[in-house]
């Protein structure tokens, strides 16, 4: 088993930053890709970025440009950096974790709000 907990987020302005952090805990040894996910009220949970054990990295493309994905595999650690956030990135977001045999782990979720 694999234990998720974010932290980090809250209320901004418009074209402010966050920063969300991801620990884990457990089972870490048998983590592969990570990743962070945002659900929107009224919408469908939806990917942000993910990145490989390796440290390759995807994005959706409402974020890229903005949001930077890095992971910290000696201290288990997984982080969103978020700049020129927009009205629209407004969601609770969600860290994720995938392990070798494709189950997936998920955190509580940290609320993220912005206000225009």
């Known amino acids: 088993q694999v234990q998720l907990v974010e932290s980090g987020g809250g209320l901004v302005q418009a074209g402010g930053s966050l920063r969300l952090s991801c620990a884990a805990s457990g089972s870490i040894f048998s983590i592969n890709a990570m990743g962070w996910y945002r659900q929107a009220p009224g919408k469908q949970r939806e990917l942000v970025a993910t990145?490989?054990?390796?440290?390759?990295?995807n994005y959706a493309d409402s974020v890229k440009g903005r949001f930077t994905i890095a992971r910290d595999n000696a201290k288990n650690m997984m982080f969103l950096q978020m700049n020129s956030l927009k009205p629209e990135d407004t969601g609770v977001y969600y860290c994720n974790a995938q392990n070798l045999r494709w189950t997936n782990y998920w955190g509580q979720g940290t609320q993220v709000t912005v206000s225009s």
């Open positions: 990145i490989s054990r390796g440290g390759s990295t």
